[in-house]
Nanobody, 132 residues
């Protein structure tokens, strides 16, 4: 079992920055790819960013350049640095753990990490609100 706890959400003005953190316990994160998804009312949870077991990173187009995902395996923590935030970034952000897929490597692992059904563990979510 893996427990994921997010923190760092809050209210920020457009153009501002937030740094989300996801602390894991139960198992070492190096066995997992880690991702961030977000969800707004009435919409399906959507992929935002992920970092693979080999530290390859992936982003949804709207997050490229503005967001950076990183991991500190020694602290069992994953981060999402969000800069130049926009009102459309407003959502509840969820941390996710995806088990290592031996059938992919490098950028070939995008589908493995960005697909909801591949997620084994979810955090409880942290709310992010970007005001215009």
């Amino acid at each position: 079992q893996v427990q994921l706890v997010e923190s760092g959400g809050g209210l920020v003005q457009a153009g501002g920055s937030l740094r989300l953190a996801c602390a894991a316990s139960g198992r070492t994160l190096s066995d997992y790819g880690m991702g961030w998804f977000r969800q707004t009312p009435g919409k399906e949870r959507e992929f935002v960013a992920a970092i693979s077991w080999d530290d390859t990173t992936f982003y949804v187009d709207s997050a490229k350049v503005r967001f950076t995902i990183s991991r500190d395996n020694a602290k069992n923590t994953v981060f999402l640095q969000m800069n130049e935030m926009k009102p459309e970034d407003t959502a509840v952000y969820y941390c996710a753990a995806v088990p290592r897929d031996p059938n992919c490597s490098g950028y070939g692992c995008y589908s493995a990490l960005a697909t909801l059904r591949n997620v084994d563990y979810w955090g409880q979510g942290t709310r992010v609100t970007v005001s215009s």
